[in-house]
């Protein structure tokens, strides 16, 4: 078992209500799950995606925290969340990565594993 070790999951889901395929705009929430699988409690204290559309246009979204908090997870705990993106396609795809510190000062990061957005096909 790594010292130094965050496991991320994530559950996208397409948000029609927020949608607006006419004017080209495609709502997703994703919910984030975030587990100490290291030996060391650590924080993460910042935010790094990576969000490309069907086009293959990259933005790149840094920030600190999630979801306005920066949590210190113990060795075994989990930290969840749920945010939105919004892409000018119908599918895209996020990846990224979170900057961590741990309670001994050593820093790393913790990917987060690409995962697609995709609006479901409406059923006419």
Request: net charge negative; charged share 15%.
């Amino acid at each position: 078992m790594a010292h130094y070790q965050f496991s991320v999951s994530v559950i996208p889901q397409y948000l029609p209500e927020q949608s607006d395929p006419d004017q080209g705009v495609y709502a997703y929430s994703y919910t984030v799950t975030v587990i100490n699988t290291g030996r060391i409690a650590a924080q993460l204290i910042a935010r790094h995606w990576i969000i490309t559309d069907a086009t293959g246009k990259v933005d790149e979204v840094r920030g600190l925290g999630v979801v306005g908090q920066q949590p210190l997870l113990q060795p075994g705990e989990a930290f969840e969340y749920t945010s939105w993106s919004q892409l000018p396609t119908p599918t895209g795809s996020m990846r990224g990565s979170y900057f961590c510190v741990a309670e001994d000062g050593n820093r790393f990061d913790a990917t987060i594993p690409e995962f697609a957005l995709v609006q479901p096909r409406s059923l006419h």
